[in-house]
Nanobody, 131 residues
Framework: QVQLVESGGGSVQAGGSLTLSCAAF????????MGWFRQAPGKEREGVAS????????YYADSVKGRFTISQDNAKNTLYLQMNSLKPEDTAMYYC????????????????????????WGQGTQVTVSS
């Protein structure tokens, strides 16, 4: 079992920055992919960024490329999402997720259907960007 706890959300003006953190607890050695997802009111969940734990290869949604950076600190069992140049359309609840499915890359993890609830999920942290 793995537990994920997000932190770092908040309110910021457009153009500002925030860093989200996701601390992982439990048996984390079986995880291949971790990532960040978001869901705005009335919209489907979408993948934001993912990372392959073994190689640090990263994957991003087109809407955040060049603005967001996903990273991990293995020593702290923590996943990060550095968000720069934030836009009002980035406003959403952000969720950290992890998956134990064997994989050689994590683009599938980022692209999986919004209805998929497999793997482990955090409770979410709210990000609000005002114009």
């Amino acid at each position: 079992q793995v537990q994920l706890v997000e932190s770092g959300g908040g309110s910021v003006q457009a153009g500002g920055s925030l860093t989200l953190s996701c601390a992982a607890f439990g048996y984390t050695y079986s995880i291949y992919c971790m990532g960040w997802f978001r869901q705005a009111p009335g919209k489907e969940r979408e993948g934001v960024a993912s990372i392959y734990i073994g190689t640090n290869n990263t994957y991003y949604a087109d809407s955040v490329k060049g603005r967001f950076t996903i990273s991990q600190d293995n020593a702290k069992n923590t996943l990060y999402l550095q968000m720069n140049s934030l836009k009002p359309e980035d406003t959403a609840m952000y969720y950290c997720a992890a998956d134990e499915s064997f994989a050689l890359q994590c683009n599938w993890f980022l692209q999986r259907p919004s209805s998929s609830a497999s793997g482990y999920w955090g409770q979410g942290t709210q990000v609000t960007v005002s114009s």
